[in-house]
């Protein structure tokens, strides 16, 4: 798990001080730039079901995803009502082609949704000037993207979703940016987001001291001494 001792005792500690909430959902919302363009999130999935109420899409609209997705995704569309699509990726390159994507597009076809894949970054300019091109709102997936400022997200996507939950190289036990291109769009999703219940500080903590007690658990003396005593018990550890 990518998170120091230092960043689980810090956030322990800030569970337990009353701050200004408003103050630390702006600084984080202005970790890219300062232009407002952001929205702090529970998670990802949180924020694309934002995204998803303020498009104020139609039964039976379609989203589209690169094929190997999350399936917290795809239920999300579904439960709304929607019919998810897949595009097949490219094995070369673990994204869609210009041509895949061209013969699943619709007159129904509301939204796509590309994630980068194990790190990699997609050449999505071609992908998503297509969609758009079909009215199509194009959304970037970086959740598997991102090491730093160094990227902020494509700039042909009308929308880029960052995500910090447990797995990620960046974490922060959960959280996400997304990045909305469109001010109208983005101020209605504010306006759904403001009517969300607030997390309770007790659940954060609980949450930290459970990735702490796995923290121990995982570190290579305790996880070498459970393999040993395994072993030595001739079971699979595993």
């Known amino acids: 798990m990518k998170i120091g001792w230092g960043d689980l005792a810090a956030g322990l500690i800030a569970s337990f001080a009353p701050a200004s909430r408003a103050g630390e959902v702006t600084r984080a919302e202005s970790y ?12 990802v999935r949180s924020g694309f079901d934002l995204l998803l109420q303020a498009l104020e899409l139609k039964p039976g609209d379609e989203v589209i995803f690169s094929a190997l997705n999350v399936r917290g995704m795809v239920r999300i569309v579904k439960d709304a009502g929607f019919v998810p699509v897949p595009v097949d990726l490219d094995i070369a390159h673990m994204g869609p082609s210009v041509e895949r994507l061209k013969a699943v597009i619709t007159p129904r076809s509301r939204v796509f949704v590309v994630a980068h894949l194990f790190g990699t970054r997609l050449d999505l300019d071609p992908l998503f000037h297509l969609a758009k091109t079909h009215g199509v709102v194009t959304v970037e997936d970086c959740a598997q993207a991102f090491n730093g400022r160094d990227y902020a997200g494509s700039d042909a996507a009308d929308v880029n979703m960052f995500s910090f939950g447990p797995i990620k190289t960046a974490t922060a036990l959960g959280g996400a940016l ?4 469109d001010a109208a769009l983005r101020q209605r999703m504010r306006a759904i987001q403001s009517r969300y219940p607030v997390q309770p500080d007790a659940k954060q903590r609980k949450r930290i001291l459970t990735f702490m007690g796995l923290k121990v658990i995982t570190s290579r003396l305790v996880l070498g ?14």
């Open 32 to 43: 890219f730039s300062g232009a407002g363009d952001t929205i702090a999130a529970y998670s």
């Open 178 to 181: 997304i990045r909305v291109k």
């Open 225 to 238: 001494a459970l393999y040993r005593f395994f072993k030595a018990r001739g079971e699979d550890y595993e």
